[in-house]
C-alpha cells in the first residue's frame, strides 16, 4: 500500500514557479512510476508529467515542455514537479499518482488528494 499527499500548491501570477512536492509511505513506493495529473474546473482529469522508479524516464504532455520539470528523490520517497512560466491555463488540482509509467489515468493505482494551483493573469 502506497499513501501520496501533495504539496506546495498556492496562487502565483502569471510567469511565475511553484514547486510541488508529493510525499510518499509505503516501502513499495520506490517500485513504481509517478505521474502529475491535473483537473481543473468542468474538465476531465489530465496527464501532465510522468518519471520511472528510477528517475532515468520522464514523460511530459507538450503543453508544459520547457516549462515543467520531473524529478524525484528516492531516498525521500518524494516526487516534485518544478513549475516555471505559469500560465493561467495551468490552473487546476494537480495530483500525483503511482503506477505503470505511461501518461494514462488507468494505469496508476495509487493517488493523492491533490493540491491547487491557481495562476492570475
Known amino acids: 500500500q502506497v499513501q501520496l499527499v501533495e504539496s506546495g500548491g498556492g496562487l502565483v501570477q502569471a510567469g511565475g514557479s511553484l514547486r510541488l512536492s508529493c510525499a510518499a509511505s509505503g516501502r513499495t513506493f520506490n517500485r513504481y512510476a509517478t505521474g502529475w495529473f491535473r483537473q481543473a474546473p468542468g474538465k476531465e482529469r489530465e496527464f501532465v508529467a510522468a518519471?520511472?522508479?528510477?528517475?532515468?524516464?520522464?514523460l511530459s504532455v507538450d503543453s508544459v515542455l520547457g516549462r515543467f520539470t520531473i524529478s524525484r528523490d528516492n531516498a525521500k520517497n518524494t516526487v516534485f514537479l518544478q513549475m516555471n512560466s505559469l500560465r493561467p491555463e495551468d490552473t487546476a488540482v494537480y495530483y500525483c499518482?503511482?503506477?505503470?509509467?505511461?501518461?494514462?489515468?488507468?494505469?496508476?493505482?495509487?493517488w493523492g488528494q491533490g493540491t491547487q494551483v491557481t495562476v492570475s493573469s
Open positions: 518519471i520511472s522508479w528510477s528517475g532515468g524516464r520522464t
Open positions: 499518482a503511482a503506477g505503470d509509467y505511461s501518461d494514462t489515468y488507468s494505469t496508476y493505482y495509487y
